[in-house]
């Protein structure tokens, strides 16, 4: 198991729920390839509205289907391990944003 306790990096992924990566969801095609990379765990957040950098509001409604609701996938883990997957993040994704903090991990198990 990895070990992180102590400083490391949250990243977050914002991203909307209809992006496509060969052909299937991006925040699956993501957390796959975190979990593939060896990365000690990663959530999917699914919003219920928002918007992003072009204003187009999406929302949760009870008749619309298709509301393409924003996303974010939440990993902690090293810098060095984070850094070494942006490329291929990079490469993942056609839009959306990406931020990065430092966190102080108090326990993991």
């Known amino acids: 198991m990895t070990k992180l306790i102590g400083e ?3 990243m977050r992924i914002f991203i909307a729920e209809g992006d496509r990566y060969e052909h ?3 925040y699956e095609a993501l957390v796959e390839m975190l979990r593939k990379e060896g990365f000690a765990g990663a ?3 699914r919003g219920v509205s928002g918007f992003g950098a072009h204003s187009v509001y999406h929302s949760q409604k009870l008749l619309d289907l298709s509301a393409d609701l ?4 939440e990993t902690v883990d090293s810098q060095e391990k984070i850094n070494a ?8 994704m056609s839009g959306g944003m ?3 903090e430092k966190v102080r991990v108090i326990r993991y198990t």
């Open 8 to 10: 490391n990096v949250l």
């Open 43 to 45: 959530t999917v957040l």
């Open 85 to 92: 997957v942006m490329p291929r993040i990079d490469e993942m």
């Open 70 to 73: 924003p996303m974010i996938i």
């Open 98 to 100: 990406i931020t990065m």
């Open 24 to 26: 299937r969801p991006l």
